[in-house]
Every structure is written in C-alpha cells, then in structure tokens.
C-alpha cells in the first residue's frame, strides 16, 4: 500500500534551518509530483512547494521564495524540503503529499506530518 | 495567484442533516484542477472529491462535488457522526492553493 513516512519532530532556535524528509513507498517514486503543505497551530492548510522526481524540477509559493528548498534523492527514493531562516511563525506540521503524474493535484496521499517548533 | 473563499466559515448542523459548503475562486478554475479534502483533529487531511465532481476511492456517496468556473460546491447529503471535520478546497490549474476552511460541527 501506498505510504509516505516523514522524518520527525524538530525543535529549532529562530534563523536556523530545518530539513524534513519524506520517503514514499508502495508506488513508482519518481511517476508523481510531490507536494509540501504546512499548517500553523490552529490554522488552513498553505502549500509551499512542489517537485517532479524525474528531473528534480521544482515550483515555490512566492511567499517562501528564497527561504525553502525542495530536492529529491533518487537512489533513496526520498524528497526533503530545507526551510531556512527560521521565525516563530514557521512553527506548524510539515506535510508532504503526492500529487499527480502530470499534474501537481490532487494529493490522494499524505505523509504523517512533522511538527517543526521554532523557539528561543 | 487564484484565491479561493470558502464559506461558511463554520456550519453548526445535526446528525442526518444535509451540509452545503461553497468555495469560491477569484478567477475561473478548470474543473479538472479542484478538489476537496476533508480533515480531522490530529489528521493529516484526506482526499474526497477530484475533477470537481469524482469521488475519491473509498468515499461514500453522501459526499459529492459540484460546480464549475469560479464556483464549486460541495454538498453531505446525510451528515453521520463522522463527518463532523474542516473542510478544504483546493485549486491546482495556476500554481496551488487551498481555501480557508469551512468547519462543520456537531449542533
């Protein structure tokens, strides 16, 4: 059956960096786009990347531009995303998500989240 | 970047009753890129509607999808005591977003 099993919990001091990996099993890793959604305490879902496995070619939200970081391990079959420049806002769960094998959605798959705390 | 507004906010309602949740897109929307997903206290959300309209495996067809350019909706026809959970739209045609959430609780 299809899985995606995410790294785990992190607790990180404000302007560090966080990495959270993501490994799918159960299907052809690189057939799917991967997708990263976080969600604040509390609050909706934000999507904030998006990479296609074949080539590692990756799309942003405007809002993380610069500050996350999307890549992909083919010998391992795992993605990882890499946020960077850590304020208390960027506290929440971290999901990964399969998308589709042409496009970015839908997401029919969901990894268990990671909980990234970011605190002094 | 297309925003989409979900109403209402919440929606109070008893077990048996039918729930209409609207999500609205600021710009037009190919069927093809709107879903609806459900989500759980502690969960991580869950797939129900694709293609506006085509029930994910495993979802009862109490749940159905509707709707087409700017406005889509998603209708319970029979809430059961599972149903009680936020609801999600979301677009993936120009980039990806997800509405606010529309949350259904028990009344």
């Known amino acids: 059956q299809v899985q995606l099993v995410q790294s785990g919990a992190e607790v990180k001091k404000p302007g560090a960096s966080v990495k959270v990996s993501c490994k799918p099993s159960?299907?052809?890793?690189?057939?799917?786009?991967m997708n990263w959604v976080r969600q604040a305490p509390g609050q909706g879902l934000e999507w904030m990347a998006v990479?296609?496995?074949?080539?590692?070619?990756?799309s942003y939200a405007q809002k993380f531009q610069g500050r996350v970081t999307v890549t992909r391990d083919t010998s391992t079959s795992t993605v990882y995303m890499e946020l960077s420049s850590l304020r208390s806002e960027d506290t929440a769960v971290y999901y990964c998500?399969?998308?589709?094998?042409?496009?970015?959605?839908?997401?029919?798959?969901w990894g268990q989240g990671t909980l990234v705390t970011v605190s002094s | 970047e297309i925003v989409l507004t979900q109403s209402p906010g919440t929606l109070c309602l008893s077990p048996g009753e039918r729930a209409t949740l609207s999500c609205r897109a600021s710009?037009?929307?190919?069927?093809?890129?709107l879903a609806w997903y459900q989500q759980k206290p502690g969960q991580a959300p869950r797939l129900l509607i694709y293609?506006?309209?085509s029930r994910a495996t495993g979802i009862p067809d109490r749940f159905s999808g509707s709707g087409s350019v700017t406005d889509f909706t998603l209708t319970i026809s029979r809430l059961e005591p599972e149903d009680f959970a936020v609801y999600y739209c979301?677009?993936?045609?120009?980039?990806?977003?997800f509405g606010g959430g529309t949350k259904v609780e028990i009344k």
């Open positions: 998500a399969r998308g589709g094998t042409s496009d970015w959605g839908p997401s029919d798959y």
């Open positions: 159960g299907y052809t890793f690189i057939n799917y786009y």
């Open positions: 990479i296609y496995p074949p080539n590692g070619g990756t």
């Open positions: 710009q037009s929307v190919s069927s093809r890129y």
């Open positions: 293609d506006a309209s």
């Open positions: 979301q677009q993936f045609g120009s980039s990806l977003t």
